[in-house]
């Protein structure tokens, strides 16, 4: 292949293990958040902000959107898209959800399922 094909074959791969990357710190985040505010009581301010969580679901959902939707155009696959977006709605309710357990459920199986996409899109794309 060519240097121009790919360049963008990189990008996309780099992007989803962006997106990888950022949902194994979003599910260590909500397991901090769970051990510290309630274990030990700090941090709360920080750790449970809204504003926190609407960015962190606006980025998976920009990259996510991205990276596999340029690879299920690239690959015809729809399983890594159908997968990510079931974790997006996860991760968006968990927003819709109040502080504690049911909301770092909601989360962790988000950013699973967004993770298992991209892996999946990786895959599909050689």
Same mark, same amino acid.
């Given at each position: 292949?060519?240097? &121009? /094909?790919?360049? @963008?074959? %990189? +990008?996309?791969?780099r %992007? ?11 599910a260590?985040?909500?397991v901090?958040? +769970?051990?510290?505010?309630? $274990?030990l $009581? =700090? #941090?709360?301010?920080?750790?449970? !902000? ?13 990259? !996510?959107?991205?990276?596999i $939707?340029? #690879?299920?155009?690239?690959h015809?696959?729809?399983? @890594?898209?159908v997968? &990510? ?6 991760? #968006?309710? !968990?927003? &819709?959800? @109040? /502080? #504690?357990?049911?909301?770092a =459920?909601?989360?962790i ?7 298992? $996409?991209?892996?999946?899109? %990786?895959? =599909?794309?050689?």
């Open positions: 292949m060519t240097e &121009a /094909h790919q360049n @963008p074959r %990189l +990008i996309r791969r %992007l989803d293990k962006a997106g990888i990357a950022l949902s194994a710190l979003c260590v985040h909500c901090l958040t +769970i051990l510290l505010v309630s $274990g $009581g =700090v #941090g709360a301010q920080f750790f449970l !902000a809204e504003e926190i969580h609407r960015f962190a679901l606006a980025i998976a959902l920009i990259i !996510a959107a991205v990276a $939707g340029w #690879g299920a155009l690239l015809r696959r729809r399983e @890594p898209f997968i &990510a977006m079931m974790g997006l709605t996860f991760m #968006g309710g !968990a927003l &819709a959800s @109040p /502080h #504690g357990a049911q909301e =459920v909601l989360t199986i988000g950013v699973a399922l967004v993770s298992m $996409g991209h892996i999946w899109n %990786l895959r =599909v794309s050689h």
